[in-house]
T-cell receptor
Framework: DQQVKQNSPSLSVQEGRISILNCDYTNSMFDYFLWYKKYPAEGPTFLISISSIKDKNEDGRFTVFLNKSAKHLSLHIVPSQPGDSAVYFC???????????FGEGTQLTVNP | DAGVIQSPRHEVTEMGQEVTLRCKPISGHDYLFWYRQTMMRGLELLIYFNNNVPIDDSGMPEDRFSAKMPNASFSTLKIQPSEPRDSAVYFCASQQGLAEAFFGQGTRLTVV
């Protein structure tokens, strides 16, 4: 049972344009969502998060949007830079604990 | 703090052998997680500890897998006997309360 789904295994965009990474979840008990970025041969690093009481959170070039009714969240990166090329993981956390449930990841490639 | 430290970074072993992966969490963090990364399932939670006590091991695939946390600064994940399908990247992460999790650089395990 994959509670967090990232349906696009890969995404390619041009430098300077917007990157939009999508994530769907099925667990209604999730109340907190996080995005992690992972470079090859490194561990995932925290990027940005959003609480279920909000529908948007912004940090510099990164914005996360949450649509609770659709159980959908998205990460917008604008403008995209070649250094943003990495695998991006979406994760959800439930009200009852501290564990994160991750999606499969999306490989973003930003072309110069 | 040096972050979450995992060893070894790479491990190649023969099928049937015992494998032990090691993790030193960030000092002061009260949660420790073991994840496995695969192409199909992304980051899969195997087990997690709170204050050195195992809380949820439902993600451990088989009895061949075991994990211990003898103290707040050390944890091990053991596979015995190892099989080729165990080949993956294994991550350890630590977290303080409900803050974001910090990941180690991972151990790439290859079982031949």
């Amino acid at each position: 049972d994959q509670q967090v789904k990232q349906n696009s295994p890969s995404l390619s965009v041009q430098e300077g344009r917007i990157s939009i990474l999508n994530c769907d979840y099925t667990n209604s008990m999730f109340d907190y969502f996080l995005w992690y970025k992972k470079y090859p041969a490194e561990g995932p690093t925290f990027l940005i998060s959003i609480s279920s009481i909000k529908d948007k959170n912004e940090d510099g070039r990164f914005t996360v949007f949450l649509n609770k009714s659709a159980k959908h969240l998205s990460l917008h990166i604008v403008p995209s830079q070649p250094g943003d090329s990495a695998v991006y993981f979406c994760a959800g956390r439930g009200t009852s604990g501290s564990r994160l449930t991750f999606g499969e990841g999306t490989q973003l490639t930003v072309n110069p | 703090d040096a972050g979450v430290i995992q060893s070894p970074r790479h491990e190649v072993t023969e099928m049937g052998q015992e494998v032990t992966l090691r993790c030193k969490p960030i000092s002061g963090h009260d949660y420790l997680f073991w994840y496995r990364q695969t192409m199909m399932r992304g980051l899969e939670l195997l087990i997690y500890f709170n204050n050195n006590v195992p809380i949820d091991d439902s993600g451990m695939p088989e009895d061949r897998f075991s994990a211990k946390m003898p103290n707040a600064s050390f944890s091990t994940l053991k596979i015995q006997p190892s099989e080729p399908r165990d080949s993956a990247v294994y991550f350890c992460a630590s977290q303080q309360g409900l803050a974001e999790a910090f990941f180690g650089q991972g151990t790439r395990l290859t079982v031949v």
